[in-house]
Every structure is written in structure tokens, then in C-alpha cells.
């Protein structure tokens, strides 16, 4: 009897649990009927119509300013130096670069003189000799016609003519020899001062007190005419042009690398000091070419998209980069009855989702 109240009590129990629960799905229901359907609302987009325009697309990049009339100024002699002009300074044609000690030549060159004028000293005496001797000779062979001299007197007086003729002739040739090594020593007398080809700034390549050896650099000159810009650029960047201060310059291929970069020249029509960084813009494209804006590219998985207006959704479609510069980017793949969507990659890759749009 005990058991089968029990059982009875459990029913009841479950039965009331039952019919409270009921309650509650049933008060449940009613309130969410109640509540309003949540609106979806479109996403308004801007979008543009492509045309085909001329188009200019670059990149910013430096450039280097180099000028043709650079020089490096060395020494024709051996000396030390005695002045040399200071690193930064200024110059202009004609000023005096570098200046040498020339004590030893000119000590050479007096040397020289003295010698020179001994030989001409000893010249004159035997030219007199001679002239006497040319004298006696001539009043020799006059008596010899009448036997009042010798045929051995005339020929010792022919032998001492000829053996002073010879010294003379000795004689001219050290003075022209001396005379030559005098014109070599004035000749390196004149390259003991240099002065310096164009204007520019000097670069010190050495110091006083140094001993100026033939061929070895003693300063450099950055020119500031026949400037040009050296540019180098990665092999991916495919340019004939550059832009710089507003004017466009050609690129000329060098056909040299310069850690790992292509390098290129570009003549341009100012005057620059050399060795100095620039800014300058590439020209990667300059031609018919439909521009969109970069926000108008969806990169997905290595391939570009464009997003196209079809009546309340955006369709992908795919597009090819022909440039992609500052300005913005040149496709293939689109035309002027297209509407593209231009927004940021976060919303671009909503609108892949089937979003409602609305366009401006």
C-alpha cells in the first residue's frame, strides 16, 4: 500500500512539472511573437564609372646627383706638398688647388743656368779661336804660294781649325742639351701650382706635409654644371622616364648593377651638387589606360577583383594589373558600362557575402 502511494506521488509530481513547463513555452512564445522582426538595411557603396583617359602612374624614389665634369686632380711630379686647399671649400676655375714644393728644382734650374753660361763662356773663347786661327791660316797659304811657310805649317794650322770646329760643335750640343733639361725642370715648375678646371667643391684627398707622388689623386671636384641623376631601381620596375621638380626627364640604361639594382641616368637641365640624395618620381605608365582608385582592387588569393554594381548586390570580377603606381592603378578587364565599387578590403570582402547595397 506504502509503494503505491509513492508511485501516485511521483505523478502528481511529474504531472505538475509537465503542465508548469507548458506554462512557461507558452508565456515565451507569446512575448517573442510580440517583439518586431529585426530590418536588414542595404550598405551604401561609392562607385565609379571607368573611362579610358591618358593616364599617368609613378613611384617616389631618390636619386643620386652626379655631373660629368666631376675631376680628380693629381700631381705630374713628386713633391711634398706645401698647400692644399681644406675639404667642402668652394672653387672656381682657375683657383689654385694644391701647391708644392719646388726648392729642389729651382735649385736645379740655377745649377743649369750657371753650367749654361760656362759653355757659352768657353763657346765665345774657342769662336775666337777659331776666328784667329781662320786668319793665320788664310795669310799661311798666301805665303806658302811664294814657299815663305810650310806645307807642314798649313797642315797643323788645318788640323787645329777642325779640332776647335769639333769643339764647338761639342760644345753647342751640352748647351742645347743643358738648355732642354732647363725647359723639362720650367715644364715641372709649372705643375707644381695646380689650379683647379671647373667650379665645384672640393673633396681633400691628402694633407700638407704628404709627398705628391705622379698620378696619385690629391683632391676631387664635385662640378656643379652637366649635372645628370643616377638612378637605380629593382629589375621588376620596368621605367623610361622620370619626373623631377615637375619636368620629365628620359632614363638611359646604364647596363650596370649597383647592389642588385639596374642603374639608370637621366641628363636634366640645372646645375647640382654632386653626390647628393634627391626625390624623384618614376614614371611606371604613360599612356590610355583605365585609372581606378587603389580601394577599387580586392586582392584574393594572388588574382585582382573588382567588385561590379548588379542592381542591389556586388559581383566579383577579375581583373588584370597593368600599373600599379601613387596615383592609383591601370586594369584590363573592365569598361566604360561597368560600375565599380570602391571601398576598403574589410568592405569589399563584406559585400562578397550577397550585403544589399545602395551606390551614390
Known amino acids: ?66 655631373s660629368n665634369d666631376n675631376v680628380k686632380i693629381s700631381s705630374r711630379v713628386g713633391a711634398r706638398i706645401k ?13 689654385t688647388l694644391v701647391k708644392l714644393d719646388d726648392k729642389e728644382l729651382r735649385v736645379g734650374l740655377k745649377s743649369l743656368s750657371y753650367n749654361i753660361d760656362s759653355l757659352k763662356s768657353q763657346l765665345k ?21 811664294v814657299k815663305g811657310a810650310s806645307v807642314e805649317q798649313s797642315d797643323r794650322e788645318v788640323t787645329n781649325i777642325e779640332a776647335i770646329k769639333s769643339g764647338i760643335k761639342t760644345l753647342k750640343y ?11 725642370i720650367q715644364n715641372k715648375l709649372s705643375y707644381t701650382t695646380i ?45 623610361k622616364s622620370i619626373i623631377f621638380k615637375g619636368k620629365k626627364y628620359n632614363l638611359n640604361a646604364l647596363n650596370t648593377t649597383n647592389n642588385g639594382l639596374l642603374e639608370y641616368l637621366a641628363n636634366i637641365d640645372e646645375s647640382l651638387a654632386s653626390n647628393q640624395r634627391v626625390n624623384i618620381a618614376v614614371v611606371i605608365f604613360d599612356g590610355l589606360g583605365y585609372k581606378l582608385s587603389s580601394d577599387a582592387i580586392l586582392n584574393r588569393e594572388g588574382k585582382s577583383f573588382v567588385l561590379l554594381v548588379k542592381g542591389d548586390k556586388a559581383a566579383p570580377k577579375e581583373v588584370k594589373i597593368v600599373a600599379n603606381g ?29 550585403i544589399k547595397i545602395t551606390t551614390n
Do not use: C, W
Not at 542595404?42 to 562607385?47: D, F, I, L, Y
Not at 773663347?125 to 805665303?143: D, G, M, Q, V
Open 125 to 145: 773663347s774657342k769662336l775666337i779661336a777659331l776666328k784667329n786661327l781662320r786668319s793665320t791660316h788664310k795669310r799661311t797659304l798666301a805665303l806658302l804660294k
Open 174 to 184: 751640352k748647351i742645347q742639351e743643358i738648355q732642354a733639361n732647363g725647359s723639362s
Open 195 to 239: 689650379k683647379s678646371p671647373v667650379n665645384g667643391i672640393v673633396t681633400n684627398l691628402a694633407n700638407v706635409g704628404d709627398v705628391a707622388m705622379p698620378g696619385k689623386p690629391l683632391v676631387s671636384i664635385s662640378a656643379k654644371s652637366n649635372s645628370y641623376l643616377l638612378v637605380s631601381l629593382p629589375s621588376s620596375i620596368s621605367a
Open 1 to 66: 500500500m506504502k509503494k503505491l502511494i509513492t508511485y501516485l506521488m511521483i505523478l502528481i509530481i511529474i504531472a505538475f512539472a509537465v503542465i508548469a513547463g507548458m506554462k512557461v513555452i507558452k508565456k515565451r512564445q507569446a512575448s517573442e511573437a510580440k517583439t518586431p522582426v529585426a530590418v536588414t538595411y542595404a550598405m551604401h557603396v561609392r562607385s565609379v564609372k571607368p573611362t579610358l583617359n591618358k593616364a599617368v602612374l609613378t613611384l617616389p624614389y631618390l636619386a643620386l646627383t652626379k
Open 326 to 354: 601613387e596615383q592609383g592603378v591601370v586594369v584590363n578587364g573592365v569598361n566604360s558600362k561597368d560600375r565599380v565599387v570602391v571601398a576598403k578590403q574589410d568592405i569589399l570582402l563584406k559585400l562578397l557575402s550577397g
Open 83 to 95: 698647400f692644399i686647399v681644406k675639404s667642402g671649400v668652394k672653387v672656381k676655375k682657375g683657383d
